[in-house]
């Protein structure tokens, strides 16, 4: 079955220092798709990034970049030069082709970004 | 922003009564699903839709239903809420099934 595991439950940072989400899948397809969710505390789910399997380029937005490494089962998130807006929850969810369409999330990240 | 509306936003119930929530899109999309999010287990999936008329359990299915007689609309029903039904809803759409999902603003449903 499915699994997203995100290790970190509350991450504090000053604002401008860097921070990185660890995200680590299980999965038995060969095509599965990887997704980033942000939840800001007005506690709507914003979508992020998908990623698929064979796709394991490296991606940059703005000062948002992520990191597929498929030989580790990761998708690290990190944030450039943290701002208070950031502060938010982060999941990492994963939906397998084969499966019923059901994106199996992690438990979340609460970034907190202190002024 | 995909077209995703929750209704109601916030409902406070008793235990034992009915309660139906409803996602509407505009969006056309096919796939429709009902997610609830509690603290220490993110979000699951409860039902989710492929098409009008066309419904499959998710993972925590037990005690709801849902009914799409329409694209636009997916209703999630708690025939008889409880307290362990106290929790965060949300509905999402997808265009396909291995596309990305959209989350509608969610409902908040506290069982008495």
């Known amino acids: 079955a499915q699994k997203v595991t995100q290790a970190q439950t509350e991450i504090s940072v000053v604002e401008k220092e860097d921070v990185t989400l660890d995200c680590v899948y299980e999965?038995?397809?060969?095509?599965?798709?990887l997704f980033w969710y942000k939840q800001p505390p007005s506690g709507e789910l914003v979508f992020l990034i998908r990623?698929?399997?064979?796709?394991?380029q490296n991606e940059i937005s703005g000062r948002y970049s992520w990191n597929f490494q498929k030989s580790t089962s990761s998708f690290n998130f990190t944030i450039t030069a943290s701002q208070v807006v950031d502060s938010a929850v982060y999941f990492c969810?994963?939906?397998?082709?084969?499966?019923?369409?059901?994106?199996?999330f992690g438990k979340g990240n609460q970034v907190v970004v202190i002024p | 922003d995909a077209g995703i509306t929750q209704s109601p936003r916030h409902k406070v119930t008793e235990t034992g009564t009915p309660v139906t929530l409803r996602c509407h899109q505009t969006?056309?999309?096919?796939?429709m699903y009902w997610y609830r999010q509690d603290p220490g287990h993110g979000l699951r999936l409860i039902h989710y839709?492929?098409?009008?008329?066309?419904?499959d359990k998710g993972e925590v299915s037990d005690g709801y239903s849902v009914s799409r007689s329409k694209t636009e609309d997916f209703l999630l029903t708690l025939e008889s809420a409880t307290s362990s039904q106290t929790s965060v809803y949300f509905c999402?759409?997808?265009?396909?099934?291995?596309?990305?999902?959209?989350f509608g603003p969610g409902t908040r449903l506290l069982v008495l």
């Open positions: 999402a759409i997808s265009e396909s099934g291995q596309e990305t999902q959209y």
């Open positions: 999965t038995r397809d060969t095509t599965y798709y």
């Open positions: 990623r698929n399997s064979f796709d394991e």
């Open positions: 969810a994963l939906s397998e082709a084969g499966g019923n369409n059901r994106l199996a």
């Open positions: 969006e056309n999309h096919r796939y």
């Open positions: 839709s492929y098409g009008v008329k066309d419904t």
